[in-house]
């Protein structure tokens, strides 16, 4: 079975422009979740989709950052304008829905981004 | 409001000899406690986690952590170290039960001495 697999692995862009990251979470994983480790200090969590539907987004720093999970499987981040502080790690995470036991998150291998 | 305290950003240990990695929390709820591994170019695996049961919880590797209520600690220890071992730890804490909301430490990194 295939793990959670974020592209691209690495992206190196100018401040002003836009990225998107992508996620795919498990198959059949209701839940996705995006965390940022900025260098250096602690992984913090950004957003939380049930299925669809965005069920926590108070971890987004600012209005640049757009997230979305159209049909409830696949999962971008975009951020546009990039700035240099949001270089990074990004992780996306994903777990089965509540009340199918196990809701263990399962973490993909990150983006680094970089903002020049 | 939850937070996670983790001790040293860099353990250095001989192989052979005991791993401790430190970590206390605050959490105004009975938490869950996780600790996660990053190998080097690897995404975060769970290496073991604290859901209200037994207070001693065993991990994957040899691993093991203790929840000790009155202490606010869930410490890692593994009995001998492994050249393997060497990777980045993290420390985990979410007070809404599962998975949702975790906060991280800053995390440390263990350098396993031959």
């Known amino acids: 079975e295939a793990g959670v697999t974020q592209f691209p692995s690495h992206s190196v862009i100018e401040k002003g422009q836009t990225v998107t990251l992508r996620c795919d979470p498990i198959s059949g994983h209701d839940n996705l979740y995006w965390y940022r480790r900025v260098m250096g200090k602690e992984i913090k969590f950004l957003l939380h989709f049930v299925k669809e539907s965005k069920q926590d987004e108070s971890g987004m720093p600012n209005n640049r950052f757009l997230a979305e999970r159209t049909g409830g499987t696949y999962s971008t981040l975009k951020v546009q304008p990039a700035e240099l502080e949001d270089s990074g790690v990004y992780f996306c995470?994903?777990?089965?829905?509540?009340?199918?036991?196990?809701?263990?998150?399962?973490f993909g291998q990150g983006t680094r981004l970089t903002v020049v | 409001a939850q937070s996670v305290t983790q001790l040293g950003s860099h353990v250095s240990v001989s192989e052979g000899a005991l791993v401790l990695l430190r970590c206390n929390y605050s959490?105004?709820?009975?938490?869950?406690l996780f600790w996660y591994v990053q190998y080097p170019n690897q995404g975060l695996q769970l290496l073991l986690k604290y859901t209200s049961a037994a207070t001693l919880v065993k991990g994957i590797n040899g691993f093991e952590a203790e929840f000790k209520k009155s202490e606010t600690s869930f410490h890692l220890t593994k009995p001998s170290a492994h050249m393997s071992d060497a990777a980045e730890y993290f420390c985990?804490?979410?007070?809404?039960?599962?998975?949702?909301?975790?906060?991280f430490g800053t995390g440390t990194k263990l350098q396993v001495i031959p």
């Open positions: 959490s105004s709820v009975p938490p869950y």
């Open positions: 995470a994903s777990s089965q829905g509540a009340g199918r036991g196990n809701t263990e998150a399962f």
């Open positions: 985990a804490v979410s007070e809404k039960g599962g998975y949702q909301k975790v906060t």
